[in-house]
């Protein structure tokens, strides 16, 4: 369901749930052009702080873009800004669930602020804010 700016009501949610795969990886590395060992060679990851190879900090950001381009508000949305906080690691085979909440609505401009967030399980690995232009009614 697309929702458009007079449908958006500060706590509504969405989320999307994905659970990260080497394929994943190695297609964003490619897009991206992001090959830092950390992502891609374990015996270089293994001397990190990780310990291990991580996936990119950037691609559980683009569950978010999903959940606002996709779901809540939807096709026709605008992405305008965001900013986000890293703050564990996401390794291949875990879920991310990415869930964005409305915190205000201005109708006038169509603009909407969401808090956001990705976890694996309990732990936050991504936490931040965005800002969207909704689809206005003579767009849906």
């Known amino acids: 369901m697309a929702y458009t700016i007079d449908d958006l009501k500060p706590g509504m949610s969405e989320s999307f749930t994905k659970t990260v795969t080497e394929r994943d990886i190695q297609l964003f590395g490619e897009v991206s052009g992001d090959v830092n060992p950390v992502h891609f060679d ?25 959940v606002l381009g996709m779901k809540m508000p939807g096709p026709g949305t ?6 986000t906080r890293f ?4 390794r291949i085979g875990d879920t991310v ?6 915190r205000e609505v201005n109708q006038e401009k169509r603009r909407v602020v969401f808090d956001c967030v990705c976890k694996v399980k309990d732990t936050t690995v991504v936490e931040g804010e965005a ?8 767009q849906a």
Request: with cysteine; proline share 4%; glycine share 4%.
């Open 42 to 66: 374990e015996n270089f990851a293994k001397t990190t702080i990780f310990k291990g190879r991580i996936a990119h900090g950037v691609l559980s950001v683009s569950y978010i873009s999903t």
């Open 78 to 83: 605008i992405f305008m800004s965001a900013s």
């Open 87 to 90: 703050k564990a690691p996401v």
């Open 97 to 102: 669930t990415a869930t964005c909440t409305v």
């Open 131 to 138: 800002m969207v232009m909704a689809p206005s009614r003579s």
